[in-house]
């Protein structure tokens, strides 16, 4: 028995491979039947804004100083699989800084040379000085893989520029609809001290006014303890309130967070970044194929995908797909059809996803997990809408008020 089921493991993880690209394959014989080879090449612009570290109590598990970057490898290579058969050449240019200036220039300089396609794994102030410059404006396709911020989707969202990041409203909405459907609706709300989470508190507070929660008590943590040696004496004391569900922690860089599961004062859940926690990706998702995605990326970087990982991996493969469906690299012609009714693109999650034509966000469904298992992914089952039950996580067309045009000017 045992040695059957060693041998049926390895099998599938061989045979994963293989079965990834079988669609797509199929897909490509299609086009290459319908329209002539053209030979292409597709260079792609890798941006990363390298993140100061932060001085954090619980620093165990920090965050990969390349993340993003084989995720994008990855995606070159699986990009090159149908390529192949279509003489697209696929090259990844990488380029990092820890400052926004670099990072420009070098994005200039890329649409001068006649290019237009880039991923940019930047702040969002960055990324608003890439969009809104002059010399990219209307000449170059930019996807954002490394920042959440919901201004970029309701308020700020600006022609050429999309997301396949998670916005920090789609976690939240995703975790607002488990926690209703299990009628933990009594929400008793704890934030950091950093902008980050007073974002992702009023993302958390928007979720819960829009599917029915309410929050019983909304505290901040503004203490200098050193939870190491004293948690259990001083979470009990924070957590302190009248009934609640549940503990939804904002603690984005994990300076507290990581200290409540266990130490509240009612025997409660705890979700939001820790605890039970939503994510665009985590190496515990391995349905709908996920497993071999998760494996070839562990074999490239010697590590696990993290969500930015597969933001970046899933930007690549958007270019890619975008590439074999119209045989061009023009950053005006792989726009309008990223943003047409025709786009869509497979990437493990078990639904076809594509972008919302009126923010540039990418729908997607959204993980669930603690640290060594999945528990769901939203969608839940029971909450509507009118075109799809992805865009109930999220800005809404009717919330954002902006303007974004569909194709570049």
């Known amino acids: 028995m045992t040695f059957i089921r060693l041998f049926n493991f390895k099998a599938q993880r061989n045979f994963q491979h293989f079965t990834f690209s079988l669609p797509s394959l199929l897909a490509t014989l299609c086009v290459i039947m319908a329209k002539p080879v053209q030979a292409l090449d597709a260079n792609i612009l890798y941006l990363q804004q390298n993140r100061p570290e932060q001085a954090l109590l619980s620093n165990i598990f920090n965050e990969p100083a390349d993340s993003g970057l084989p995720g994008a490898q990855l995606a070159i290579e699986d990009n090159s699989t149908t390529g192949r058969f279509l003489q697209h050449h696929y090259k990844l240019t990488h380029n990092?800084?820890?400052?926004?200036?670099?990072?420009?220039?070098?994005?200039?300089?890329?649409?001068?040379?006649?290019?237009?396609?880039?991923?940019?794994?930047v702040a969002s102030d960055t990324l608003l000085q890439l969009a809104n410059h002059p010399a990219l404006r209307a000449k170059a396709v930019i996807i954002n893989t490394g920042s959440g911020d919901d201004s970029l989707r309701h308020q700020q969202c600006t022609t050429g520029l999309l997301h396949t990041a998670a916005s920090r409203a789609m976690l939240a909405d995703a975790l607002a609809q488990l926690l209703v459907s299990k009628r933990w609706q009594k929400w008793f709300l704890m934030r950091g001290q950093r902008p980050e989470d007073s974002l992702f508190a009023s993302a958390m507070k928007r979720a819960a006014k829009r599917f029915g929660a309410s929050i019983v008590e909304d505290k901040t943590w503004s203490f200098n303890t050193d939870l190491r040696r004293v948690a259990q004496q001083e979470i009990p004391t924070f957590t302190r309130a009248r009934a609640?569900?549940?503990?939804?922690?904002?603690?984005?860089?994990?300076?507290?967070?990581?200290?409540?599961?266990?130490?509240?004062?009612?025997?409660?859940?705890?979700?939001?970044?820790?605890?039970?926690?939503?994510?665009?990706?985590?190496?515990?998702?391995?349905q709908w194929g996920a497993i071999q995605l998760q494996n070839r990326f562990e074999?490239?970087?010697?590590?696990?995908?993290?969500?930015?990982?597969?933001?970046?991996?899933?930007?690549?493969?958007?270019?890619?797909?975008?590439?074999?469906?119209?045989?061009?690299?023009?950053?005006?012609?792989?726009?309008?059809?990223?943003?047409?009714?025709?786009?869509?693109?497979?990437?493990?999650?078990?639904?076809?996803?594509?972008?919302?034509?009126?923010?540039?966000?990418?729908?997607?469904p959204i993980a669930l997990v603690h640290p060594r298992a999945l528990i769901s992914q939203s969608p839940q089952e029971g909450f509507l809408h009118p075109h799809t039950d992805l865009d109930t996580l999220g800005y809404d067309k009717p919330e954002v008020n902006c303007s974004f045009k569909t194709q570049l000017d």
Do not use: C
Not at 96 to 121: C, D, F, K, R
Not at 261 to 282: D, F
């Open 244 to 286: 609640y569900d549940v503990v939804v922690v904002a603690d984005e860089l994990g300076d507290v967070g990581e200290y409540v599961p266990y130490n509240t004062w009612l025997p409660r859940p705890v979700a939001g970044t820790q605890g039970l926690t939503p994510t665009a990706w985590h190496r515990v998702v391995e």
């Open 96 to 121: 990092q800084s820890p400052t926004a200036e670099p990072l420009v220039a070098a994005a200039v300089e890329w649409v001068q040379n006649g290019e237009g396609l880039i991923v940019a794994n």
């Open 299 to 364: 074999d490239l970087a010697q590590r696990a995908m993290n969500g930015t990982d597969y933001a970046t991996w899933l930007a690549v493969r958007v270019i890619g797909e975008a590439v074999t469906r119209t045989n061009t690299t023009a950053a005006t012609d792989i726009y309008k059809y990223i943003l047409s009714p025709e786009f869509e693109v497979a990437a493990f999650k078990g639904r076809k996803m594509n972008f919302r034509s009126w923010n540039g966000q990418m729908r997607q």
